[in-house]
C-alpha cells in the first residue's frame, strides 16, 4: 500500500466547518477516517467502500460526510456542525478490505496510516 498525506485540519468555533484531505497512492477496498484523543482508543468515524458504500459513526451522522474523487485519490471528510467534543487528532486510512459496497469499520482492517491533523473546536 502507498502512501496518506492529511491537511484542513485546525481551528473552528463550535457550529463552524472544516474539511480534512487526504491523497491516497495505490489502490484500496476501504478509506476511511479515525480520530483519537489523548488517553483514548482510537475510533472509527467514517470509511467509504470502492463502489461508494460509506459508513459512520452514530455521534457525526448527518453532520459529517466522507467522499472522494472520481479517480479514487483523494478522500475527503466534511465536517459540519462540529463540536467541542469533536477535537482530536484525525487519521486517513486505507485497507484492502471491505466488500464493493460496504466498507470495513474497524481499525485493523486499515492497514495504511496518515501522520494525522489536528482538529479543535472551541465552544
Known amino acids: 500500500q502507498g502512501r496518506l498525506v492529511e491537511s484542513g485540519g485546525g481551528l473552528a468555533q463550535a457550529g463552524e466547518s472544516l474539511r480534512l484531505s487526504c491523497l491516497v497512492s495505490g489502490r484500496a477496498h476501504s478509506m476511511g477516517w479515525f480520530r483519537q484523543v489523548p488517553g483514548k482508543e482510537r475510533e472509527f468515524v467514517a470509511a467509504?467502500?470502492?463502489?461508494?458504500?460509506?459508513a459512520y459513526v452514530d455521534s457525526v451522522k448527518g453532520r459529517f460526510t466522507i467522499s472522494r474523487d472520481s479517480a479514487k485519490t483523494t478522500v475527503y471528510l466534511q465536517m459540519n456542525s462540529l463540536k467541542p467534543e469533536d477535537t482530536a487528532v484525525y487519521y486517513c486510512?486505507?485497507?484492502?478490505?471491505?466488500?464493493?459496497?460496504?466498507?470495513?469499520?474497524?481499525?485493523?482492517?486499515?492497514?495504511?496510516w496518515g501522520q494525522g491533523t489536528q482538529v479543535t473546536v472551541s465552544s
Open positions: 486510512a486505507v485497507g484492502v478490505f471491505g466488500s464493493w459496497d460496504a466498507p470495513a469499520t474497524d481499525l485493523d482492517s486499515f492497514d495504511t
Open positions: 467509504i467502500s470502492e463502489g461508494g458504500g460509506t
